[in-house]
T-cell receptor, first 116, second 112 residues
Framework: NAGVTQTPKFQVLKTGQSMTLQCAQD?????MSWYRQDPGMGLRLIHY???????DQGEVPNGYNVSRSTTEDFPLRLLSAAPSQTSVYFC???????????????FGPGTRLTVL | GDSVTQMEGPVTLSEEAFLTINCTYT??????LFWYVQYPGEGLQLLLK?????DKGSNKGFEATYRKETTSFHLEKGSVQVSDSAVYFC???????????FGTGTSLTVIP
């Protein structure tokens, strides 16, 4: 049971490049989400999904796309990278559809992205 | 909307000192409250949680009590160790929507 995995661990992009951050979980969790972590800002929600085929925007969705074609995978796409997207990105999952209030979130190890 | 306000850091303590990290929340209804911990270079992991008013969550010597009357969920530990050095996040579970809300994190350094 690997839990939540993220790849790559580190990435450097040039402004305007696109890329996909991968996230997978093997716990059969319905709810998955992407956060970015910036100094002094804590974790901010980018996008989330309450099940396969369903996604919704969080607090800071601009410049990012997501899709959820399977229960296991939830990739995050940067369409045209900007220096403001330099951050650490975390994927998380929890068991219940709709992110039940009692649910624990399980986090991946993070991807550190630098945009030059 | 729902939100979490967390004590700003960084906090530096000597080993065996008493720790308190303040957390207050704003929410309608009865969300669950969580403390997560992030060790250097790692993702967040659950430290403890409480799902209703007056519940006390506890783990690894840490405790926090869900106080609805003061809308607080302060984290405490009686005697910290060097291994407790980490960033601590207070979080609010989904309430009327589907989002979790995190505080800004408090960095704790424990010196021998």
């Amino acid at each position: 049971n690997a839990g939540v995995t993220q790849t790559p661990k580190f990435q450097v992009l040039k402004t305007g490049q696109s890329m996909t951050l991968q996230c997978a979980q093997d716990m059969n969790h319905e709810y998955m989400s992407w956060y970015r972590q910036d100094p002094g800002m804590g974790l901010r929600l980018i996008h989330y999904s309450v099940g396969a085929g369903i996604t919704d925007q969080g607090e800071v969705p601009n410049g990012y796309n997501v899709s959820r074609s399977t229960t296991e995978d939830f990739p995050l796409r940067l369409l045209s990278a900007a220096p403001s997207q330099t951050s650490v990105y975390f994927c998380a999952s929890s068991r219940d559809r709709g992110g039940a209030t009692t649910d624990t979130q399980y986090f991946g190890p993070g991807t550190r992205l630098t945009v030059l | 909307g729902d939100s979490v306000t967390q004590m700003e850091g960084p906090v530096t303590l000597s080993e065996e000192a008493f720790l308190t990290i303040n957390c207050t929340y704003t929410a309608t209804g009865y969300p669950s409250l969580f403390w997560y911990v992030q060790y250097p270079g790692e993702g967040l992991q659950l430290l403890l949680k409480a799902t209703k008013a007056d519940d006390k969550g506890s783990n690894k010597g840490f405790e926090a009590t869900y106080r609805k009357e003061t809308t607080s969920f302060h984290l405490e530990k009686g005697s910290v160790q060097v291994s407790d050095s980490a960033v601590y996040f207070c979080a609010l579970g989904p309430n009327t929507g589907n989002q979790f809300y995190f505080g800004t994190g408090t960095s704790l350094t424990v010196i021998p």
